[in-house]
């Protein structure tokens, strides 16, 4: 986590990497998140590790993709990606709409 400009907002450090078990691994600061290739993914998961706080930002990296094939990879990162992008232009878009959020709303804005 890091603080950005004069008006101090936070900027949660995320990122997305593999493991030799077939993990998605997702981090935000210093939690992290498996994702067995097995299971569907969770929304209510996501963004409970996002940590999500009204003002909020996040910076996304993407990390070695351990033993997960590059195009599940790459789908995964793209998925958080999106959510992440809509999340960061709707903080500065209108920062006062950001507290009406949900996991719903972030899966609905990456579909469309």
Known sequence: ???EGDCGRMIRLAKISGNAK???IFSVDEKNKAFSLEQDVNAQEIFELLQF???TKYQLAKGDSGAIAD???DAFYDLIDGIIKQINSLVDEDPIS???L???SILQAKES
Do not use: C, I, Y
Request: no cysteine.
């Open 53 to 55: 706080e009204k003002g």
């Open 71 to 73: 195009r599940t990879f």
């Open 98 to 100: 950001v507290s009406k």
């Open 102 to 104: 949900s996991s719903d």
């Open 22 to 24: 077939k993990q998605l």
């Open 1 to 3: 986590m890091r603080f």
